[in-house]
């Protein structure tokens, strides 16, 4: 590498402006990928051959990797980084396009499909009014009499707690009181005292998680916001019962401030497909494909707010 010579590839670069004392600046293309530097003036490259990002000066590997001029580097191999990185690209834009494009059918979708409280009341196969408040009931079900099914308090893992363990028949005949306030969706191996994910026996179903209203993207404060996350909420889980096919089995208000929607595992494709969009539905990407994470029971006080989770509506 000369003195003068650019280290980068010019072709590569976007936005590129020269300066008067010889230096260039252009898009970063490592904060690009990540979503930044729309301006397109982060990269700085001297005169003599140097460069470096200003936002984030531990970008200086990814930006080499990414545009770098690496005489080391075979032509084929380079032509197949080229092709890679523009279906990378693509695949990006894609992604993005189609995240807009159910954020912005979104306020039709929820009118379309919108579901009252009461209606999901009546509509539930269990008679929740009566049974809103007993896990018990919940777990039995959901899940089959020799089950092994975890429940208890997050931290409840480890030998010390192989008892939080049981099947679900065992789980019927445990007071109230001792059940909860957690449960993961998904049955266990026996002998299991750790919630791992390869001790997993089967996971027969998904949690969705809406805490944050889905047109907003904003957690609920005040009473009419939760109202408003419900009833969003609620209308995404009928149009993915109904026009999706997904199967429900149960939905849960947590006493604070979200929702949880119990459905079957779907197909895998579906759920692929749904993860690309699932951030501009509202829902908790997070939990999605992590059967051994816990989730809130009905009947249990919530620790902050005081409030009693319930269910509204189960099968049977
Ligand atoms: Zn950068």
Not at 266 to 295: F, K, Q, W, Y
Request: charged share 30%.
């Amino acid at each position: 590498m000369t003195g003068t010579s650019s280290t980068l590839d010019r072709d590569r670069l976007e936005k590129v402006k020269h300066h008067p004392c010889g230096k260039i600046t252009a898009r970063c293309p490592a904060c690009h990928e990540e979503g930044h530097d729309r301006t397109g003036n982060h990269l700085v490259e001297f005169a003599s051959g140097k460069f470096s990002c200003i936002a984030d000066p531990a970008h200086t590997n990814r930006i080499w990797e990414l545009v770098g001029i690496r005489d080391d580097v075979d032509p084929r191999e380079r032509r197949r980084w080229n092709r890679e990185e523009k279906e990378r690209r693509r695949r990006e834009r894609d992604r993005v396009r189609k995240m807009e494009r159910a954020k912005s059918a979104l306020p039709s979708l929820i009118e379309k499909w919108k579901w009252s409280p009461d209606e999901v009341r009546d509509d539930s196969p269990t008679q929740v009014d009566e049974y809103a408040h007993k896990p018990s009931v919940f777990i039995s079900s959901l899940f089959s009499p020799f089950d092994l099914v975890w429940s208890g308090e997050v931290f409840q893992s480890g030998e010390a707690h192989s008892d939080r363990w049981r099947t679900v028949s065992a789980w019927s005949e445990t007071p109230a009181e001792k059940i909860g306030p957690m449960i993961t969706p998904s049955t266990w191996k026996g002998g299991t005292f750790s919630r791992r994910r390869e001790n997993i026996m089967e996971a027969p179903f998904i949690v969705l998680d809406f805490d944050s209203i889905p047109t907003t993207g904003r957690a609920p404060e005040t009473p009419e916001e939760k109202k408003r996350l419900a009833c969003e909420s609620l209308a995404i889980t009928r149009w993915l019962r109904e026009k999706c096919d997904w199967s429900l089995s149960a939905i849960l208000w947590t006493g604070s401030k979200s929702l949880h929607v119990w459905f079957e595992m779907p197909p895998e494709d579906h759920l692929e497909a749904l993860r690309e969009s699932m951030t501009a539905l509202g829902v908790d990407p997070s939990l999605i494909g992590r059967p051994e994470h816990p989730s809130r029971l009905p009947g249990m006080t919530h620790e902050k707010t005081g409030g009693l989770s319930r269910t509204l509506w189960l099968q049977r």
